[in-house]
């Protein structure tokens, strides 16, 4: 990798700016000045200092995010806020993306990284990993929607969903967790469509293994843990 495209990647400046401390002598690459800015370093050996304090290196960028409703999933819109507009500049120098989709309207659970790789892991229908949302519907459940779910239902363009697991939280408010291994277009709204029911409140909860942090505040987001991490590259 180009040194200035590094230290830019790291925030030490632009490649102009790079250029300027590379003139001034105050960057060295393993402990030798570099006079070139475009010279070529291998960042995971290489030890890069500006000022003799040593740049630490980071490729790849692993946030979760509570996502709040009225935010879209993407990286970036002419009329609406994105999920990436949440991010600060630290986080938006890794040019970082969602992983999949959630609705504007709908929260919870979302994985905002750089690694393509990790995030075609999670998302691939070849994977079958499980997702889990909490809904609330309008309407009186028919006694047998848990078993409707689980056959799979056809959609309004003709789609049969794979099986789906219902049940049912809270009968007075119409509280229920269903989980799903697909991720198609609006297709939780639409399974209750299917079925004759609106969805009046979605909330991811569960990817695979990994899970919302409850205690992250709505519209906040973190690092993951290291655990969290290794699942995610666990996936293959």
């Not at 290489?46 to 490729?59: A, F, H, I, M, T």
């Not at 990790?118 to 459940?141: D, N, Q």
């Not at 078993?147 to 809270?170: C, N, R, S, V």
């Not at 967790?177 to 009046?200: D, P, S």
């Amino acid at each position: 990798m180009r040194l200035d495209k590094l230290l830019a990647n790291m925030g030490v400046g632009s490649r102009k700016e790079v250029k300027q401390l590379v003139k001034s002598k105050r960057i060295t690459v393993n402990e030798a000045i570099v006079k070139d800015s475009g010279m070529h370093v291998e960042p995971e050996h290489g030890r890069v200092s500006v000022d003799d304090e040593l740049v630490s290196y980071q490729k790849n960028i692993y946030l979760m995010m509570h996502k709040p409703p009225g935010v879209i999933s993407a990286t970036s819109d002419n009329r609406d806020r994105t999920v990436i507009d949440l991010l600060s500049a630290d986080e938006k120098k890794f040019d970082p993306f969602p992983v999949g989709r959630l609705d504007k309207d709908t929260e919870g659970l979302l994985l905002i990284t750089n690694d393509g790789k990790l995030a075609h892991r999670l998302t691939s229908p070849k994977k079958h990993v499980e997702k889990v949302y909490i809904a609330k519907v309008s309407g009186e459940f028919p006694v047998n929607i848990i078993k409707q779910f689980k056959e799979g239902l056809t959609l309004e363009d003709g789609y049969q969903t794979k099986p789906a697991k219902l049940e049912i939280l809270d009968k007075q408010s119409n509280e229920v967790k269903i989980t799903i291994t697909e991720g198609k277009y609006h297709q939780i709204k639409r399974m209750f469509i299917a079925v004759g029911y609106k969805v009046t409140y979605l909330k991811r909860i569960q990817m695979g293994d990994l899970q919302l942090d409850e205690r992250l505040p709505i519209g906040n987001y973190r690092s993951l843990t290291e655990d969290e991490l290794q699942y995610c590259k666990s996936l293959k």
